[in-house]
């Protein structure tokens, strides 16, 4: 069984602060994505990354950086917290594309809240 | 670009009776299109795929989707609904194996007893 894995369920930082959350996969996937999910927004993609040192932006990444120096973890940053970014945060791998692989897996989430 | 709409914010259905929730989607190649399920305080859980092949779709927990290209639609289904089938339910789309998906804003389903 695939197992994305979230540093943490619950995170409550100040204003200014910088945060990680930290991703883990487990499975050999090169492909990372971090979104983050608001109600009646559904989950909008910040960045995803296809290979170590590789990033991309997504539809929605200012405020956040990422860092992947290893195919198994995936950081999310935020530089500067801002209350704006409370929010959950998920982050999903996929298997290298072929048949029957291309189901995106999805960690258990990370509820930041920014006071 | 591709995009997924959900027409329903919320939907309500009596326990044991069919229950759809709608998706339509919007993608310049052929679409892989992706139902997820997400229950109180948890992650996305995958339910069903259509990638290619029949248009009808089976999946986790006795769900089913339909996709239907003249209509660009991909609606997922039950016959009967159980209460434990109440959650926030995404459709998504991308158009290529391994490209982000593109999910919709969410329906919550609501089953009552």
């Known amino acids: 069984d695939v197992k994305v894995t979230q540093s943490s369920r619950y995170l409550v930082k100040r204003t200014g602060e910088k945060v990680f959350l930290e991703c883990v996969q487990d499975?050999?996937?090169?492909?990372m994505f971090w979104y983050r999910q608001d109600p009646g927004l559904g989950l909008r993609l910040i960045y995803f990354s296809y290979d170590v040192k590789m990033k991309e932006k997504g539809d929605i990444p200012e405020g956040y950086s990422v860092s992947r120096e290893k195919k198994e973890r995936f950081s999310l940053i935020l530089e500067s917290a801002s209350t704006n970014q409370t929010s959950m945060y998920l982050c999903?791998?996929?298997?290298?594309?072929?048949?029957?692989?291309?189901?995106?897996?999805f960690g258990p989430g990370t509820r930041l809240t920014v006071l | 670009a591709q995009s997924v709409a959900q027409p329903e914010d919320q939907v309500n259905v009596a326990e044991g009776n069919p229950l759809t929730v709608k998706c339509t989607y919007s993608v310049s190649g052929n679409p892989y299109l992706f139902w997820y399920v997400q229950y109180p305080n948890r992650g996305l859980q995958f339910l069903l795929k259509y990638i290619t092949g029949d248009n009808l779709v089976k999946g986790s927990y006795g769900f089913e989707a339909e996709f239907n290209k003249s209509q660009t639609s991909f609606h997922l289904k039950k016959p009967s609904a159980l209460v434990s089938d109440s959650a926030l339910y995404f459709c998504?789309?991308?158009?290529?194996?391994?490209?982000?998906?593109?999910f919709g804003k969410g329906t919550r389903l609501s089953v009552i007893a």
């Open positions: 998504a789309v991308r158009d290529s194996g391994n490209t982000p998906l593109v």
């Open positions: 999903a791998s996929i298997p290298p594309e072929g048949p029957g692989t291309d189901t995106q897996y």
């Open positions: 499975m050999d996937h090169e492909n």
